[in-house]
């Protein structure tokens, strides 16, 4: 799964420009499959100026990614321009020196976008309350809200559709392994195989077991 730093990027590349914290809250959600809690958006906060030079946050050494467009507290930021970047070199010794960067080689790129619905989430995100629906409980006991993450079950770049019979409910810990395995998902009997060992859906409200063949027909 991303860390937060690197969908704050992905959304200030993808939006061309100046975005506000509201604004970026909000596609940040549409990204995670979940509204952010307001410790979310804090931590979004604390990214953006850690890694800012227009922030009192900010120490040299670390990467300077994003700038202030509208001046401090009025919360609009952009990716910083390439120019006002700095560059990190290690020296002899090992430390870090901070140098201007050198102006960047210019290429043109097609960039294809899967344009999301998230629709189909969020029903579903209700319809289970908060729950994963691997293990069937709430999130930290839901303390913090609902902090389940919407899976496809066949990725979207791999074709997968944006609908409900191809979504699940999950922690955020299931959904790591998931991905960091590239789990098999049995649709016969509705179950993850996470490096050998199997974990069945024990709450489902939605989905329907198949056979391969209905499978690779609807989905």
């Given at each position: ?173 299931f959904h790591a392994a998931i991905h960091a395995v590239d789990a098999d998902f049995d649709w016969a009997s509705l179950t993850f195989i996470v490096s050998g060992k199997r974990f069945p859906l024990l709450i489902n409200k939605h989905l329907v077991a198949r056979t391969a063949p209905q499978v690779n027909e609807q989905l």
């Open positions: 799964m991303a860390t937060w730093l690197e969908d704050i990027k992905q959304v200030f590349t993808a939006a061309g420009g100046e975005m506000h914290y509201s604004d970026l809250y909000s596609e940040l959600g549409r990204i995670r499959g979940r509204e952010l809690s307001r410790n979310n958006e804090a931590t979004v906060r604390k990214e953006v100026e850690r890694f800012s030079s227009h922030s009192d946050n900010w120490k040299e050494g670390r990467p300077d990614l994003f700038r202030s467009t509208r001046g401090k507290g009025k919360g609009f930021w952009a990716l910083a321009k390439a120019s006002e970047q700095l560059q990190i070199v290690p020296d002899i010794e090992g430390a870090s020196i901070l140098v201007d960067a050198e102006p960047p080689e210019r290429r043109e790129y097609v960039r294809e976008l899967t344009l999301r619905n998230s629709r189909p989430i969020l029903a579903l995100k209700k319809l289970y309350g908060g729950r994963c629906q691997i293990s069937g409980e709430l999130v930290m006991d839901g303390i913090a809200g609902d902090l389940t993450e919407a899976h496809h079950i066949r990725w979207l770049m791999r074709g997968g559709l944006d609908v409900e019979a191809n979504i699940v409910v999950l922690s955020p810990t």
